[in-house]
T-cell receptor, first 115, second 117 residues
Framework: SAVISQKPSRDICQRGTSLTIQCQVDSQVTMMFWYRQQPGQSLTLIATANQGSEATYESGFVIDKFPISRPNLTFSTLTVSNMSPEDSSIYLC????????????FGPGTRLLVL | AQTVTQSQPEMSVQEAETVTLSCTYD???????LFWYKQPPSRQMILVIR??????QNATENRFSVNFQKAAKSFSLKISDSQLGDTAMYFCAFMKRYGGSQGNLIFGKGTKLSVKP
């Protein structure tokens, strides 16, 4: 399995500001993903973080709002830009492909509240 | 497009008893994986069990087992000897395989399981 950490674990932000969330995996993974979990809801994929190239975004999510970086096989960042209260959610990163495993492992999530 | 349906929003079970959580999915793919994840109040997503679609044998992990019916597109989770620590939200998830790569997970809406003493 993989151990995934995220920073910060939680934050309270003001409307109009931006927050960058970091995701660190303890081993190389083939794929990294970012998900959003709105209050009381299931997880929805935001984008696939591609190493050394632009992320692949799902319908309804755009790069200007959620820029993503993945400079290497163990690290990725997600920025939530120009935040509004509707962005209040838990943001989770995941990694897959550790030691050829098909399983996907998750970080502990970042709980974001936008006022 | 793939969809995952969990028809039981909430369930409860007495400690030490057995409970089964239901999941159905819809896909035209033949090469995929199915997962059950547990999300306790801490919000950490914990992998419970994984099933490869090409395997007929049902996966088991200690007290957790699945009933995988590929033709019926059904993937239920059985928890035996339920423990208080099993109280959590349980998500069923589908993942398509792309050659040697892993795809993203598509989640059901979840089933909230309460284990009562």
């Amino acid at each position: 399995s993989a151990v995934i950490s995220q920073k910060p674990s939680r934050d309270i932000c003001q409307r109009g500001t931006s927050l960058t969330i970091q995701c660190q995996v303890d081993s190389q993974v083939t794929m990294m993903f970012w998900y959003r979990q709105q209050p009381g809801q299931s997880l929805t994929l935001i984008a696939t973080a591609n190493q050394g190239s632009e992320a692949t975004y799902e319908s309804g999510f755009v790069i200007d709002k959620f820029p993503i970086s993945r400079p290497n096989l163990t690290f990725s960042t997600l920025t939530v830009s120009n935040m509004s209260p509707e962005d209040s959610s838990i943001y989770l990163c995941s990694g897959a492909g550790v030691m050829r495993s098909e399983s996907q492992y998750f970080g502990p999530g970042t709980r974001l509240l936008v006022l | 497009a793939q969809t995952v349906t969990q028809s039981q929003p909430e369930m409860s079970v007495q400690e030490a008893e057995t409970v089964t959580l239901s999941c159905t999915y819809d896909t035209s793919e033949n090469n995929y994986y199915l997962f059950w994840y547990k999300q306790p109040p801490s919000r950490q997503m914990i992998l419970v069990i994984r099933q490869e679609a090409y395997k007929q044998q049902n996966a088991t992990e200690n007290r957790f087992s699945v009933n995988f019916q590929k033709a019926a597109k059904s993937f239920s989770l059985k928890i035996s000897d339920s423990q208080l620590g099993d109280t959590a939200m349980y998500f069923c998830a589908f993942m398509k395989r792309y050659g040697g790569s892993q795809g993203n997970l598509i989640f059901g809406k979840g089933t909230k399981l309460s284990v009562k003493p």
